[in-house]
């Protein structure tokens, strides 16, 4: 039976692994042939499943014992594999590792890398799982060995290989990070503060104390911008998450945690060096402004806001000078080292070997080539070599080349000692003239508002909010959800970088003094942004005008963008040397004609009126007017401020230019004449002459309506908003004024009288008139008698509306019957003698061309027959009083009884 017994677990310890390599589970196979969910399948079919799923093949002699075992007593030839899944089930707890045994010695470890761990804020399961593909929980011990935080000051290589051994899977050989980290976190760090102190005492290095004040932070601080400039990290990215509010200020403990992931392995810090910096930018409340920091190790070799400052010095490390160095060994191996290195060159050099940087470059184990290889590597690259080389002589070559983490071999630096074809890092001479600036930033000036001049602030302010029309609400009410007119400190100074967006940066002395002087008295904290705005938009008008009608608002046109700064004065001599300068360039631009402006126009780019000091010396330049240094300095501080060169005004004053009148106070006087007028019309309407007759006034309006196609409704329509039909005389009499049909007051008068309402005599029928005006276009109703003929209204000519007195009327009639008679004799076509006068083809032409085609003619030489032609057809175009000639040529051939076409 134990035998059996035997055989039986063996074969199943064979699927058992086969299973756990697919990860599959083993009862899931089987219902695939089981659809009755009987627990049973014939032997047939375990076998094809034993075999096809888990790739294990039965022999006869265990499928006999598998059959003896779990074969079913009520059906012959049946397997019951529920069976046969439980005893897997037991086999693999039976199979699975007994729990590791910590031992003394492996317990205070534990504690040590809890108290390091905690402090540097590392998670131990994160540093494995990148191995773990398939989250099992083991790693290899090459991978253990590569993952494993590197703290040399902590643990030394004996502790760590009892780690090792202590959580060795005994059966796969593998080692357990899992319950590593479980035990890891078992361990607390609020236990007895005996416990702690004796947990402090264990550690090898000291425990945190205040930075060594003879430690220089400019010397870490180098160290570290090095570090981050060669290895391209963004420094930012491991401290946002700590920011929450991106405030730009985390705790000491998480800039220290930050601190030391940005180093790794590369650049170790001590406890007293990640101290020293964090204290370094500190701030009052006893936080790390972390942006300072990180400021200062983005800008490394560089000069931040360069393109604002293109002549600034950069500095530049020398070729080779960010290079990886080798190490400096004792004067005993390095003789042994340049020994090795002698014969290998040797060995080279004889057998001509020219590739030998792609040899070590197969074994590069990083994906983004990262120039080393393990030293286990190197030492199976050496043996390539053929050289007898003692285990002394490659581990003095492995610590000579090796990277400062201590685990890699720097294989370029290697290979350029032994082969003198190949070159991989080129260190030249130094020959910069100035030294590197030192890489230290300056520590953020602490606030001093009681030194801020706040009118003189206000001042500056309003000037930016006048000239460039800012709406200074915009920027607060969006914080200030409840309306209140108060927000918070942090939030007004957020609004106010908003306002000022690409001008003036306010330093963070003059935020703060803002702040105290807006302060909220109700709510501490608080800054009433309301009565900054007020304060702020004074400057362009004065609030609540409507209740201050008499009020008077200053002019501000004054105001410009350094109309604050009054400090700035100029002496005479100075000014006498510009004046010259500028007197001398007005010459030599009157001399030769240039254009002065669309030179500094490329360099304005936003139209702002500045240009830098450069371009403004590059500018005359390019023009050719030349000048000292002088007379420059004296132009640049009489046209200069602190945003550049107004050369708007400078080429007022040097070239000016003749403008064009302001036209507000013509356009001013002709609106004020026209108001009088306005205000005169009722005079002027009472002395013109008018129709006498409401039938006139009515022929009168019809032929206006007629002529420019005017809808008299739609000005009734507004004043009657019942629909009634009716509407006020006075709002009869303003209706009609705006229509335009140009009425005197005695015709809208008779027009009111004669469609006076019966109800009131304050009431006029309007639809009635409006009812007769509309009846020239159609007849109202014209669907309720279909068979009315309608007659087109048509305008009496304006010429025949001339009435003559009689005598003038026997001179008109003798006239024409002579020229009458003239024409018919003559045969005489009277259009083209006018036509050629009337260039606008409108049937007209003037009193002096009427009088000139007749006297050429010789028709007409009395100039009371003239006067009586004139009069009859006399019509008005355009404002003025011209013949109709039209009418006149056509009354004369039907005087003569001539067709006008012959």
């Given at each position: 039976m134990a035998a059996l017994v035997h055989q039986r677990t063996s074969l199943q310890k064979k699927i058992h692994h086969a299973a756990q390599n697919k990860r599959v589970r083993f009862n899931e196979f089987f219902k695939d042939f089981d659809r009755l969910r009987t627990g049973e399948i014939t032997e047939s079919q375990f076998k094809r499943c034993i075999n096809q799923s888990f790739g294990v093949t039965v022999s006869e002699n265990d499928f006999n014992q598998i059959k003896e075992a779990y074969g079913s007593a009520k059906n012959i030839g049946m397997i019951n594999y529920r069976e046969f899944v439980n005893g897997l089930h037991e086999n693999e707890r039976s199979f699975s590792r007994k729990a590791p045994v910590v031992t003394e010695n492996v317990n205070q470890i534990l504690k040590k890398l809890k108290s390091h761990f905690h402090f540097r804020g590392i998670i131990l399961s994160d540093c494995f799982e990148d191995f773990d593909k398939t989250n099992s929980g083991l790693v290899t011990e090459s991978q253990f060995w590569r993952c494993f935080p590197s703290i040399p000051d902590v643990l030394t290589h004996a502790e760590i290989s009892d780690i090792i051994q202590t959580y060795r899977h005994r059966n796969t050989n593998l080692i357990s990070y899992s319950k590593f980290h479980q035990d890891l976190d078992k361990i607390s760090l609020s236990g007895e503060k005996s416990e702690l102190r004796q947990l402090h005492t264990l550690v090898p290095t000291p425990p945190p104390v205040s930075p060594d004040p003879q430690l220089p932070v400019q010397k870490v601080l180098d160290k570290?911008?090095?570090?981050?400039?060669?290895?391209?990290?963004?420094?930012?990215?491991?401290?946002?998450?700590?920011d929450k509010l991106r405030s730009g200020f985390i705790t000491k403990n998480q800039f220290i945690i930050g601190l030391n992931l940005i180093c790794g392995n590369r650049c170790p810090l001590t406890r007293e060096e990640g101290d020293k910096i964090?204290?370094?930018?500190?701030?009052?409340?006893?936080?790390?402004?972390?942006?300072?920091?990180?400021?200062?190790?983005?800008?490394?070799?560089?000069?931040?806001?360069?393109?604002?400052?293109?002549?600034?010095?950069?500095?530049?490390?020398?070729?080779?000078?960010?290079?990886?160095?080798?190490?400096?060994?004792?004067?005993?191996?390095?003789?042994?080292?340049?020994?090795?290195?002698?014969?290998?060159?040797?060995?080279?050099?004889?057998?001509?070997?020219?590739?030998?940087?792609?040899?070590?470059?197969?074994?590069?184990?990083?994906?983004?080539?990262?120039?080393?290889?393990?030293?286990?590597?190197?030492?199976?690259?050496?043996?390539?070599?053929?050289?007898?080389?003692?285990?002394?002589?490659?581990?003095?070559?492995?610590?000579?080349?090796?990277?400062?983490?201590?685990?890699?071999?720097?294989?370029?630096?290697?290979?350029?000692?032994?082969?003198?074809?190949?070159?991989?890092?080129?260190?030249?001479?130094?020959?910069?003239?100035?030294?590197?600036?030192?890489?230290?930033?300056?520590?953020?000036?602490?606030?001093?508002?009681?030194?801020?001049?706040?009118?003189?602030?206000?001042?500056?302010?309003?000037?930016?909010?006048?000239?460039?029309?800012?709406?200074?609400?915009?920027?607060?009410?969006?914080?200030?959800?409840?309306?209140?007119?108060?927000?918070?400190?942090?939030?007004?100074?957020?609004?106010?970088?908003?306002?000022?967006?690409?001008?003036?940066?306010?330093?963070?002395?003059?935020?703060?003094?803002?702040?105290?002087?807006?302060?909220?008295?109700?709510?501490?904290?608080?800054?009433?942004?309301?009565?900054?705005e007020r304060d702020m938009e004074r400057v362009i008008t004065e609030r609540n005008l409507e209740k201050k009608p008499d009020f008077r608002v200053r002019s501000n046109d004054h105001i410009t963008l350094?109309?604050?700064?009054?400090?700035?004065?100029?002496?005479?001599?100075?000014?006498?040397?510009?004046?010259?300068?500028?007197?001398?360039?007005?010459?030599?631009?009157?001399?030769?004609?240039?254009?002065t402006k669309p030179c500094f126009h490329d360099f304005d780019r936003h139209n702002c009126g500045y240009v830098s000091r450069n371009q403004f010396a590059q500018g005359l330049s390019y023009l050719g007017l030349e000048s000292t240094e002088a007379e420059r300095e004296a132009i640049n501080a009489m046209y200069g401020d602190a945003k550049g060169i107004n050369y708007h005004i400078f080429f007022k004053d040097l070239d000016p230019v003749e403008c064009e009148p302001r036209k507000y106070e013509r356009n001013l006087s002709e609106m004020v004449r026209y108001i009088n007028f306005r205000e005169t019309g009722t005079e002027r309407l009472l002395k013109k002459d008018g129709c006498k007759t409401?039938?006139?006034?009515?022929?009168?309006?019809?032929?206006?309506?007629?002529?420019?196609?005017?809808?008299?409704?739609?000005?009734?329509?507004?004043?009657?908003?019942?629909?009634?039909?009716?509407?006020?005389?006075?709002?009869?009499?303003?209706?009609?004024?705006?229509?335009?049909?140009?009425?005197?007051?005695?015709?809208?008068?008779?027009?009111?009288?004669?469609?006076?309402?019966?109800?009131?005599?304050?009431?006029?029928?309007?639809?009635?008139?409006?009812?007769?005006?509309?009846?020239?276009?159609?007849?109202?109703?014209?669907?309720?008698?279909?068979?009315?003929?309608?007659?087109?209204?048509?305008?009496?000519?304006?010429?025949?509306?001339?009435?003559?007195?009689?005598?003038?009327?026997?001179?008109?009639?003798?006239?024409?019957?002579?020229?009458?008679?003239?024409?018919?004799?003559?045969?005489?076509?009277?259009?083209?003698?006018?036509?050629?006068?009337?260039?606008?083809?409108?049937?007209?032409?003037?009193?002096?061309?009427?009088?000139?085609?007749?006297?050429?003619?010789?028709?007409?030489?009395?100039?009371?027959?003239?006067?009586?032609?004139?009069?009859?057809?006399?019509?008005?175009?355009?404002?003025?009083?011209?013949?109709?000639?039209?009418?006149?040529?056509?009354?004369?051939?039907?005087?003569?009884?001539?067709?006008?076409?012959?």
């Open positions: 570290v911008q090095l570090h981050v400039y060669k290895d391209g990290i963004r420094t930012t990215e491991f401290f946002i998450d700590h964090a204290d370094h930018y500190i701030a009052s409340d006893g936080r790390v402004c972390y942006r300072d920091f990180c400021f200062l190790m983005e800008n490394a070799f560089n000069v931040p806001h360069l393109e604002k400052n293109p002549t600034a010095t950069v500095y530049r490390p020398h070729t080779g000078a960010l290079a990886h160095t080798v190490h400096k060994l004792d004067p005993e191996d390095e003789a042994q080292v340049e020994k090795v290195l002698d014969i290998l060159r040797d060995y080279v050099t004889r057998r001509r070997i020219t590739m030998l940087y792609p040899f070590f470059k197969d074994f590069d184990r990083g994906k983004l080539f990262s120039r080393g290889v393990t030293k286990a590597q190197f030492r199976r690259l050496l043996n390539f070599f053929d050289v007898d080389l003692t285990d002394k002589d490659c581990e003095l070559i492995c610590k000579k080349f090796e990277e400062p983490n201590g685990t890699d071999v720097n294989y370029p630096a290697f290979v350029q000692a032994i082969d003198k074809d190949y070159q991989d890092t080129h260190v030249s001479e130094d020959k910069t003239t100035h030294p590197r600036p030192p890489s230290l930033a300056p520590l953020s000036p602490k606030l001093s508002p009681h030194l801020v001049d706040i009118q003189k602030l206000i001042h500056r302010l309003q000037c930016e909010v006048k000239v460039y029309r800012v709406r200074v609400c915009e920027h607060f009410k969006d914080f200030d959800g409840l309306k209140s007119g108060s927000i918070s400190k942090s939030l007004f100074k957020r609004g106010l970088a908003s306002m000022q967006g690409n001008h003036y940066n306010l330093t963070r002395s003059e935020l703060e003094a803002l702040s105290i002087y807006y302060t909220d008295p109700k709510t501490k904290g608080n800054v009433r942004w309301s009565d900054f350094n109309s604050w700064n009054t400090e700035t004065e100029i002496s005479e001599e100075v000014k006498a040397r510009g004046e010259k300068a500028i007197t001398r360039m007005r010459e030599e631009i009157a001399q030769r004609r240039i254009m409401v039938e006139a006034v009515i022929e009168k309006i019809k032929e206006t309506v007629m002529k420019r196609r005017i809808r008299l409704l739609e000005f009734f329509k507004d004043y009657d908003k019942l629909k009634s039909g009716r509407i006020l005389k006075s709002n009869f009499k303003r209706a009609l004024d705006l229509s335009g049909l140009n009425l005197t007051v005695d015709e809208i008068d008779l027009l009111a009288k004669r469609y006076q309402s019966d109800k009131g005599q304050d009431c006029v029928f309007y639809h009635h008139f409006n009812d007769e005006i509309e009846s020239i276009f159609t007849v109202k109703e014209l669907e309720k008698s279909p068979t009315a003929q309608v007659v087109q209204y048509k305008i009496m000519p304006a010429w025949l509306k001339n009435n003559l007195s009689k005598p003038i009327q026997e001179v008109y009639n003798s006239a024409m019957e002579h020229l009458a008679r003239f024409v018919k004799t003559r045969r005489m076509q009277l259009y083209p003698m006018f036509e050629d006068y009337d260039k606008c083809r409108n049937g007209t032409v003037t009193y002096s061309q009427f009088r000139r085609v007749l006297s050429i003619l010789s028709l007409i030489a009395d100039e009371v027959e003239f006067h009586a032609l004139e009069k009859q057809y006399k019509v008005n175009v355009g404002g003025m009083n011209v013949f109709n000639y039209l009418a006149f040529c056509d009354d004369i051939y039907e005087i003569a009884k001539l067709n006008k076409l012959d």
